[in-house]
């Protein structure tokens, strides 16, 4: 076979395409009516009301059973809310399993040293009008800490695991600090020797040097 009688075939064939489209087009022009539907082959999802029996993702880290309510990685809610506290919760959510008295201690460590913001995101907080809604101050402080992240396009699991534990941090003194600065306070400093509930508490209390029985609230 000739290479021209190649070239010539695609082009018969060519042209056999462009007068079936122009034929199909005319159909179309002249009914206002009838319109020509292509016979796809793709079949149309079922209606789901609400997503419901549609799987949206897989995950190790809750599951929610009709009979047995919400767990977090196996151990039901209502006895952690009970018995674990803020860290241990935040550290089964992490890790995948509940720390040791060795690992619960590094750990509230590392939470206590993350909790400072940067002094842009302070001065972004003092920037915000007093009626801002504390869910408006927090959402835009978020956003602003990830740019003062020096591991933002770490995506490692190792710097995931950090940079969760900064935004477990901080995020509580994004509410305490948004809190106080709103009603024409100024924020306090941090206590290092405070459980991450306690000082979330004691940012917040009015007389932040009485002294308190942290333990009451070290599970909030």
């Known amino acids: 076979m000739s290479c021209w009688t190649t070239i010539r075939r695609r082009r ?4 056999r395409i462009v007068d079936s489209l122009n034929r199909r087009q005319l159909k179309v022009e002249n009914s206002r009516v009838r319109r020509t539907t292509s016979m796809s082959t793709e079949r149309t999802p079922a209606y789901s009301p609400g997503l419901a029996g549609v799987i949206a993702g897989e995950t190790e880290i809750c599951s929610v059973d009709p009979n047995a309510g919400l767990t977090y990685r196996g151990y039901d809610i209502h006895e952690m809310a009970e018995q674990a506290s803020f860290e241990e919760v935040a550290y089964l959510l992490l890790n995948g399993e509940l720390p040791n ?15 400072a913001l940067p ?4 001065k972004m907080l003092r920037l915000m009008p007093r009626s801002a809604h504390p869910m408006d101050m927090l959402r835009t ?16 699991h190792a710097a ?3 940079k969760s534990i900064r935004l477990i941090a901080r995020v509580s003194t994004l509410i305490t600090d948004g809190w106080r600065i709103s009603h ?4 306090l400093p941090e206590r290092p020797d405070l459980t991450q509930a306690g000082n979330f508490f004691s940012a917040n209390v009015a007389n932040p040097d009485a002294r308190y029985d942290f333990h009451l609230v070290r599970r909030s």
């Open 141 to 156: 402080g978020v956003s602003m800490l990830s740019a003062f992240d020096k591991e933002l396009s770490d995506n490692s």
């Open 184 to 187: 024409g306070e100024e924020p």
């Open 12 to 15: 018969v064939g060519q042209q």
């Open 101 to 115: 008295l060795k690992n619960l201690a590094q750990f509230r460590q590392q939470i206590a040293a993350e909790r």
């Open 160 to 162: 995931n695991i950090r």
């Open 119 to 122: 002094a842009q995101v302070v």
